[in-house]
């Protein structure tokens, strides 16, 4: 449980302690119970003050701290508490709206490998990710994601999706260069480290994620925007109040009313609602300040492979001048395969290409396509 | 090898006939097969040119590798039109989004999707890189770009950006993310989509689906929409409160606080609780997305929308004061059971407040809009939390005035029949007026614009 949920839940029982004791009769002691209640919300509203004024940052919390001090000092205990659970339970809904936002890229740091397994002479010993210098041979198991940039030692199959959409794993032989961040798809090979980890693909994709997340503004509450002048006003009626009234209760009055905690608690659950609402269209959304930026796009530009259009080719027909190809390369396929219903050719065979023959030298992967020879007679 | 149609047939020496044997490529033939190549493309077709040769030993580079090739044919991919994407197109242009086409692929088959999706009409061409390159070109002089890089994409946002627009730009490859990035709202596809695209877009479409972009749009209007609302709600109520503070401090000066710091608190939670978030979390109003896009400077409350909130404030403001007049100066009750009047008041007007304005803003945007025979958005019954957060809300206030020890806390009063009837009328008389007021056609309302701007 975080810190401001504690808050929230320690804030909500003391109000029901208080009024619980004051339904029985003990006058004292409930507004005792509530001065407490207001003071466990006061203290880090307080120091959350001080801090954004050493940054040269006043906000509408202001109103809120004079409110609850001015409660707590006139004697309204049950007053004070009540503001301490809008301001607590406001910060909790904009928490609930701002961890969805940061999930995906705790997702992308968490499949970040931690330690890597490095080859120390003939033993294979476990090390820190960090303790990865160039030159190092490093063992990739199945299913593992490749720690750092690097040159393949022995041949590796990759998925490489992650960084380059393509579904199919790539093989890749001895000495090529292979980038952080991809999945051996194959059996365990060797990698020789040409970058450290901070230097790696991966840590720059992170890097990049974290920085686009950074750079945009994340939700501005929107009494803050408005502080400059609410802020001020507020405090010259309350005082004007006072001083024409000679009662400082009425001061208090204005303080509860300008009290921001209702647009604090409404704009998140309305974000909230929005990003939920999107998601059952089929759209996650990254945070209020996407949706809010949504609303004003002038311009929407589109690629046109799988935006426009299905993004799926298919062999719809083969050109007259290939048919009798086609028609061979068909029925070879079916002979070497010795079923009457071999998989498609596809599009090339189709189309008048001759495929690489399938043996010795040109071992046949999965997902490449079914080979065949045809008879040429020129 | 393939490639370029253009490319390989450049490159290209022989050709394979259709019985599999090579024969010689001859300009003329070059001609009719670039000739056969462009008609194809021009159907919105992808084209793909194949060619071989057989090498004896290893050549010394590249370039000298792809000489003297043999032509074996060309592989024509069609990639349709998703079905919703002409509609989806259109109802982008509705709201008032431009919907510009950004592609590497060849400008004929860009522009034959183009037309099949409604983006062009007959005739309108494609800007191609060096042209975009070239000329300090408006972009939105034209609706399709073709054989753009990925640093052309970005520049393209870039030049958007820098004209005023606010840019929102799909994409599924990791060599899309610098124009996601870039962009103000970058939208990644769920299913093509590469792991750095979804990390760095904004929104990430999980059906690939154009209109599922255009929902996504709505859903921020909607958003935006429901935070005026509740902005409107909130600042018209406090701000009523506020003036009833002040305006019985000025009628009254010599008598009593006008309201306890616990009785605004009480009414800040009754009103501004469940009410307020009820309006939050509204669907998105029918018709919507037949406005044009809010510019990016408008504040979301501006002067005139400050002004019209004022004046609501005044009149809420207003039958509290008065309700304050008659029970302490006509009919001479104690002050706090004239004060426990207003109490009520003040809380049960703003709560008829909120339906005022909800009903507003349904007939502020009434069109055509998602429709739901059996709830449509247009009535109150789409929005269950409201009327429990406004019914609610009433039956609380009455509650406190009827039961003792909550009487006691909050010092409210408990009416007489004529008090009943003085606080009946003083909390509906706002709201209908209210109501009157805003939804006059020239009151509060944005611009009526049916046609996408430009």
Request: proline share 7%; aromatic share 4%.
């Amino acid at each position: 449980m975080t810190a401001r949920r504690t808050l929230l839940v320690l804030v909500v029982l003391g109000i029901a302690a208080g009024g619980a004791i004051r339904l029985l009769g003990g006058v004292r002691q409930a507004d005792l119970i509530w001065a407490a209640t207001t003071m466990v919300a006061l203290a880090p509203l307080t120091i959350g003050i001080v801090a954004d004024l050493r940054h040269g940052k006043v906000g509408v919390d202001v109103i809120a701290l004079l409110a609850m001090g001015g409660a707590i000092a006139l004697g309204e205990y049950l007053a004070g508490a009540v503001i301490a659970l809008m301001l607590v339970g406001g910060q909790a809904l904009e928490d609930y709206a701002g961890a969805r936002a940061r999930r995906e890229l705790a997702q992308l740091v968490e499949r970040a490998p931690r330690t890597v397994h490095r080859r120390e002479g003939t033993d294979v010993v476990s090390r820190n990710l960090a303790d990865v210098s160039p030159g190092d041979v490093l063992l990739v198991r199945p299913g593992e994601v490749v720690p750092v940039d690097g040159l393949t030692v022995t041949p590796a199959t990759l998925d490489e999706a992650a960084l380059t959409g393509e579904a199919r794993p790539v093989d890749h032989p001895a000495g090529e260069k292979v980038s952080s961040g991809t999945v051996n798809a194959g059996p365990p090979f060797e990698l020789r480290a040409t970058a450290t980890a901070q230097d790696s693909t991966y840590a720059g994709i992170v890097r990049l994620v974290r920085e686009a997340q950074e750079s945009k503004a994340p939700f501005v509450r929107m009494a803050d925007r408005y502080a400059l002048v609410f802020l001020p006003l507020t405090l010259l009626v309350a005082a004007a109040a006072w001083i024409v009234s000679g009662d400082p209760v009425r001061a208090l009055s204005v303080l509860v009313v300008a009290t921001p905690c209702p647009l604090i608690l409404a704009a998140p659950v309305a974000i909230v609602s929005g990003i939920s609402r999107a998601a059952r269209w089929g759209i996650i959304v990254k945070g209020g300040a996407a949706l809010e930026a949504l609303a004003t796009v002038r311009i929407l530009l589109v690629d046109k492979t799988g935006t426009l259009t299905a993004g799926m080719p298919s062999v719809r027909g083969v050109p007259r001048p290939a048919r009798g190809l086609r028609a061979q390369a068909e029925a070879s396929l079916r002979r070497r395969r010795g079923s009457p219903r071999a998989p498609a050719p596809g599009g090339i065979a189709g189309a008048g290409l001759v495929p690489r023959v399938c043996g010795a030298h040109h071992p046949c992967r999965a997902g490449a396509g079914a080979p065949a020879r045809l008879p040429f007679r020129c | 090898m393939k490639g370029a149609p253009e490319e390989v047939i450049a490159r290209s020496e022989r050709l394979l006939d259709g019985s599999g044997c090579e024969g010689a490529l001859d300009d003329h033939r070059r001609r009719l097969l670039l000739k056969a190549a462009e008609d194809q493309a021009h159907h919105g077709r992808r084209l793909l040119g194949l060619a071989r040769r057989e090498l004896l030993e290893q050549p010394a580079g590249l370039e000298d590798a792809e000489q003297s090739l043999t032509f074996v044919g060309l592989a024509v991919l069609r990639d349709p039109p998703r079905p919703q994407a002409r509609q989806a197109v259109s109802d982008a242009r509705g709201a008032g989004v431009h919907v510009l086409m950004a592609t590497g692929d060849h400008p004929a088959t860009a522009l034959a999707i183009a037309r099949e999706v409604g983006l062009t009409e007959d005739g309108e061409g494609a800007v191609t890189r060096s042209e975009l390159l070239a000329a300090d070109l408006d972009p939105l002089a034209a609706p399709v770009y073709a054989r753009l890089n990925p640093q052309d994409k970005l520049d393209l946002v870039r030049n958007l950006q820098r004209r005023g627009h606010i840019v929102a730009v799909t994409g599924d490859g990791v060599n899309d993310v610098p124009a996601l990035h870039q962009a103000d709202v970058g939208v990644a596809m769920g299913r093509r989509g590469t792991q750095a695209a979804h990390e760095t877009a904004d929104i990430v479409v999980t059906d690939d689906n154009l209109a599922t972009i255009v929902h996504a749009i709505r859903a921020g209007r909607g958003i935006l929409d429901n935070i005026r609302k509740v902005v409107e709600y909130l600042v018209a109520a406090n701000l009523a409160e506020v003036l009833v503070v002040v305006g019985a401090l000025l009628l009254f000066p010599d008598l009593g606080v006008p309201l306890l710091p616990l009785q605004l608190l009480w009414i800040n939670l009754v009103t501004d609780g469940l009410p307020a978030i009820a309006l939050g979390i509204d669907a998105p109003a029918p018709g919507l997305m037949e406005q044009p896009p809010r510019p990016r400077e408008e504040p979301l409350l501006d002067r005139r929308v400050f002004v019209g909130l004022g004046g609501r404030a005044v009149v809420l403001a207003g039958a509290c004061l008065a309700v304050l007049a008659v029970s302490r100066g006509l009919w001479d009750e104690p002050w706090p059971q004239a004060r426990g009047l207003m109490f009520s008041v003040l809380a049960m007007s703003q709560l008829l407040y909120a339906l005022a304005l909800r009903t507003r803003s349904r007939r502020d945007h009434g069109g055509q809009g998602e429709r739901d025979a059996k709830r449509p958005a247009g009535t109150l019954l789409a929005n269950p939390w409201l009327l429990a957060g406004v019914g609610g809300g009433l039956l609380l206030q009455v509650g406190v005035s009827l039961w003792l020890p909550a009487r006691s806390l909050l010092d409210a009063a408990q009416p007489s029949t004529s008090g009943w009837m003085l606080v009946a009328a003083a909390s509906f008389a706002p709201a209908l007026a209210i109501g009157w007021m805003v939804t006059r056609p020239e009151r509060l309302k944005r611009p009526p614009t049916g046609r996408p701007v430009q």
